[in-house]
């Protein structure tokens, strides 16, 4: 069965800082890779997946992360985060063949921007 | 237009209460999901559907019950609520079984059972 880390629980920063949170996964096959984030009292939106191709994929806001396979990470990178960035944020891996779809879930970091 | 809707938004019961929670999708997809989300924010797949039919059943004690009446529809009944069903229950779909389909959440309905 697959399972997902995410080592940080709580991030702070400051406006413009760098972001990078990390996630790790546990799956002897194939996989698909997702970022969901959750905004305070909404829903969970993706910011990005991995499925093939290129490692390093690039999502909306500004967001991207790289798959390294090597490492069993798909980490989420943003060069300079914006106050409306402060959300909760959740890594997901699929299997890619059967499974049913089933998307396993980390335990979200929750990020804080300051101003 | 919501894409994937639920109702009701909030839901507070008494235990041993019986409840329901509608999900809906306008998105034409085959493939509908329910995720519980605890007071951690840890979210974990309860159940999925593919054309009305289960695919994905997560151990899930059977008081829960879900039930796809058409594609567009996947509903969850619980029967005899205790306090550790508070959580906030997710719907989702995607458009079928296969690699790297998004799945599409709908806003979360918040059950709190005193």
């Known amino acids: 069965a697959q399972s997902v880390s995410q080592h940080n629980h709580h991030v702070i920063l400051s406006e413009a800082a760098s972001l990078e949170l990390g996630c790790n996964y546990s799956y002897g096959g194939t996989v698909n890779l997702f970022w969901y984030v959750q905004y305070p009292g909404q829903h969970l939106q993706l910011l990005l997946k991995?499925?093939?191709?290129?490692?390093l994929v690039k999502g909306i806001k500004g967001f991207e992360a790289e798959f390294i396979k090597s490492k069993f990470s798909f980490n989420l990178r943003k060069p300079s985060v914006q106050w409306s960035d402060t959300a909760e944020y959740f890594c997901a891996v699929m299997p890619g063949a059967g499974g049913g779809n089933k998307l396993t879930f980390g335990t979200g970091t929750q990020l804080k921007v300051e101003l | 237009d919501t894409a994937v809707s639920q109702t009701p938004k909030y839901l507070v019961t008494q235990m041993g209460n019986d409840k329901s929670i509608k999900c809906e999708q306008n998105l034409g997809h085959d493939t509908m999901y329910w995720y519980k989300q605890d007071s951690k924010k840890f979210l974990k797949i309860m159940f999925s559907y593919n054309n009305k039919e289960l695919i994905i059943n997560e151990t899930v004690p059977n008081r829960f019950s879900p039930k796809s009446p058409d594609k567009a529809h996947l509903n969850l009944h619980i029967n005899s609520l205790e306090l550790g069903d508070s959580a906030v229950y997710f719907c989702?779909?995607?458009?079928?079984?296969?690699?790297?389909?998004?799945?599409?959440f709908g806003p979360g309905t918040r059950l709190t059972v005193l």
């Open positions: 989702a779909s995607s458009p079928g079984l296969g690699m790297g389909n998004e799945q599409f």
């Open positions: 991995y499925f093939s191709g290129d490692p």
